[in-house]
């Protein structure tokens, strides 16, 4: 079936960095565009950052422009978010999210959850 | 950036009845407006897309309307299963917005 499972949350220092990671199976990786939308504790839905099918197309959130990078491995059916210079603002759920043709996002993982505490 | 205000903040509703939920955005977004549903613990899932064309799977009890700026999700008959968070979002431009949610909870 249709899954993704991310990976590489935990609990991270202000200022370190952190790599998450996202498995896609049951489906053709790399014809989905892929995102990632985040959720702070107790908070609504962010969006995070896209990625085209082909890696070449990019776009970021203002919050995360500049300290987060977005990647994908269409070889290994694998999504990735590098996220530098965190914050504690950056404390959330981070869902990896495959795009249905045309935006909507129709397929979403677990999530995995990323602390940023001293 | 398009804001996405989605009133009202809760909705208290018996079951069996009907449920209306509100969505504006800043600018048009066309009808590239989809609304997601979340409960506790749990990823959101995909509702409706396209404003008005439900997704896979979900009951003919949702529907939804709208284009340019103002948008509604309809439940129809509230069942228990449909107490949950309910998130509006635009994919016309970037960055992508989602609405700040509306929480519909048993009267």
């Known amino acids: 079936q249709v899954q993704l499972v991310e990976s590489g949350g935990g609990v991270v220092q202000p200022g370190r960095s952190l790599r998450l990671s996202c498995a896609a199976s049951?489906?053709?990786?790399?014809?989905?565009?892929m995102h990632w939308v985040r959720q702070a504790p107790g908070k609504g839905l962010e969006w995070v950052a896209h990625i085209s099918r082909d890696g070449r197309s990019t776009h970021y959130a203002d919050s995360v422009t500049g300290r987060v990078t977005i990647s994908r491995d269409n070889s290994n059916n694998r999504l990735f978010l590098q996220m530098n210079g965190l914050m504690t603002d950056d404390t959330a759920v981070y869902y990896c999210v495959r795009e249905r043709e045309g935006g909507p996002l129709d397929v979403w993982g677990k999530g995995t959850l990323v602390t940023v505490s001293s | 950036e398009i804001v996405m205000t989605q009133s009202p903040a809760t909705l208290s509703v018996s079951p069996g009845e009907r449920a209306t939920l509100s969505c504006r955005a800043s600018?048009?977004?066309?009808?590239?407006l989809a609304w997601y549903q979340q409960k506790p613990g749990q990823a959101p899932r995909l509702l409706i897309y396209g404003a008005s064309t439900r997704a896979t799977g979900i009951p003919a009890r949702f529907s939804g309307s709208g284009s340019g700026t103002e948008f509604t999700l309809t439940i129809s008959s509230l069942q228990s299963e449909d107490f949950a968070i309910y998130y509006c979002q635009q994919y016309n431009n970037w960055p992508w917005t989602f609405g700040q949610g509306t929480k519909v909870e048993i009267k």
């Open positions: 600018q048009s977004v066309s009808s590239n």
């Open positions: 049951g489906f053709t990786f790399s014809s989905y565009g």
